[in-house]
Nanobody, 123 residues
Framework: QLQLVESGGGLVQPGGSLRLSCAAS????????IGWFRQAPGKEREGVSC????????NYADSVKGRFTISRDNAKNTVYLQMNSLKPEDTAVYYC????????????????WGQGTQVTVSS
């Protein structure tokens, strides 16, 4: 079965850190741009960060620039999102998607989506 599985979400205090993982099964991520998206209650889904298939290009939404870092380990078929200095407004369900290319902080032409992982930033 071809799928992406996110993990690493949870409850964290403001200022804390989490690392999200996006693991692929049934296919290789090598040829895909990978994007992280998030959707908060009552809000539209937004692109958070995107990394090119080679890993040589990364993009971030202005709201997370300097705090989040996207990376990939093609040998492990996994993409990561390191989130530092978390704020309450980062609270959302985070999804990863495998697409054809990055357009800013969003992956486009997405062939696969994960089921999402909840991130809650609260004291």
């Amino acid at each position: 079965q071809l799928q992406l599985v996110e993990s690493g979400g949870g409850l964290v205090q403001p200022g804390g850190s989490l690392r999200l993982s996006c693991a692929a099964s049934g296919f290789t991520l090598d040829y895909y741009a990978i994007g992280w998206f998030r959707q908060a209650p009552g809000k539209e889904r937004e692109g958070v960060s995107c990394i090119s298939s080679s890993g040589g290009s990364t993009n971030y939404a202005d709201s997370v620039k300097g705090r989040f870092t996207i990376s990939r380990d093609n040998a492990k078929n996994t993409v990561y999102l390191q989130m530092n200095s978390l704020k309450p407004e980062d609270t959302a369900v985070y999804y990863c998607a495998a697409g054809r290319y990055c357009s800013g902080a969003a992956a486009r032409g997405n062939n696969y989506w994960g089921q999402g992982t909840q991130v809650t930033v609260s004291s």
